[in-house]
């Protein structure tokens, strides 16, 4: 069974998961800020008291990076066995990415520890580099993320180097996060199969157009997750729709095309618009998935 925002209202769960022999896949829009671990957490306890189980199989299709939003494939019961499967499906993502800057994360989890010039960063620039990332290649990934390194992941050193960093403090070669350190990890086959640029503002998004998300405001236990405000800067901005295979980083893409026109990037944000065939505009959110879940 597959629950998406068309069932709202519409349809009423059972209290006995036997009911629903394959299992039920929930397309979830995941919060900002919310790791998608908090979700599968969320869920699970709902389920279960639901269901009247101690326990139940509750997993995830893919995993999203905290600061990244859109479709987290939710599966209940029986459906997890077909995690792997959904996993395998082509993603498609909205990248906004800031030039002229490098963090440890590739992302603004970590603050800016690089400046880069941005000479050579221009829309027209970008439309000429963003072809030559089409297809099939190797791509090496974040020194923070949850790859292995000799049965270590790779994010635990790489919290170690940030502490590293932190410790030195003074401005000065040691204190520079080093990006080099992820030339350890395996490089990975990936495939980009499109992508286009939806935008570029040389000066940096307006204030206006900057997004707010009722996330932050709405739920304060995730602000444990840090993020920092480069706006100030006025980086350049840019906006990029990629569809590509399982394993991509887009966070690793940044950095890449940051390189490609001889400067540095970072993700300021990121949606996940499509997972195969689930839409983010058929995605539920928690609080409507939650619904779902009945429980004395």
Same mark, same amino acid.
């Given at each position: 069974m597959i629950l998406t925002r068309q069932c709202v209202g519409r349809t009423v769960l059972t209290g006995d998961i036997d009911d629903y022999p394959e299992g039920i896949v929930i397309p979830v829009d995941k919060p900002y800020r919310w790791t998608s671990a908090d979700v599968i957490r969320k869920l699970k306890y709902c389920a279960c008291r639901h269901f009247h189980k101690k326990n139940l199989k509750v997993g995830h299709a893919g995993t999203l990076d905290p600061l990244a939003t859109g479709v987290l494939l939710v599966c209940v019961g029986k459906a997890t066995r077909q995690a792997e499967t959904f996993q395998k499906h082509d993603k498609e993502y909205v990248a906004g990415i800031s030039f002229g800057a490098t963090t440890p994360s590739y992302d603004l989890e970590k603050e800016i520890d690089m400046r880069y010039p941005t000479d050579g960063v221009s829309e027209a620039a970008l439309r000429f580099v963003l072809p030559g990332f089409l297809g099939e290649q190797e791509q090496v990934a974040p020194l923070f993320s949850a790859k292995s390194i000799d049965g270590v992941r790779a994010y635990e050193l790489a919290r170690k180097e940030w502490k590293r960093t932190r410790s030195a403090g003074d401005g000065g070669s040691a204190s520079v996060f080093d990006h080099s350190a992820a030339g350890i990890l395996n490089r990975q086959i990936i495939n980009i199969s499109e992508m286009?640029?939806?935008?570029?503002?040389?000066?940096?998004?307006?204030?206006? +157009?900057?997004?707010?998300?009722?996330?932050e405001e709405s739920d304060r236990r995730n602000?444990?997750?840090?993020?920092? +405000?480069?706006?100030?800067?006025?980086?350049?901005?840019?906006?990029?729709?990629?569809?590509?295979?399982?394993?991509?980083?887009?966070?690793?893409?940044?950095?890449?095309?940051?390189?490609?026109?001889?400067?540095?990037?970072?993700?300021d944000s990121l949606r996940r618009t499509r997972n195969g065939g689930f839409r983010v505009e058929d995605a539920l959110t928690v609080e409507q998935a939650v619904d779902f879940f009945k429980f004395d």
């Open positions: 286009e640029l939806l935008g570029f503002w040389p000066d940096g998004l307006p204030a206006s +157009d900057v997004p707010v998300n009722p996330a602000l444990r997750i840090n993020v920092t +405000d480069n706006s100030s800067l006025h980086l350049p901005h840019a906006e990029v729709r990629v569809v590509c295979s399982k394993g991509t980083y887009i966070r690793a893409l940044a950095r890449d095309l940051g390189e490609a026109l001889g400067s540095g990037a970072h993700l």
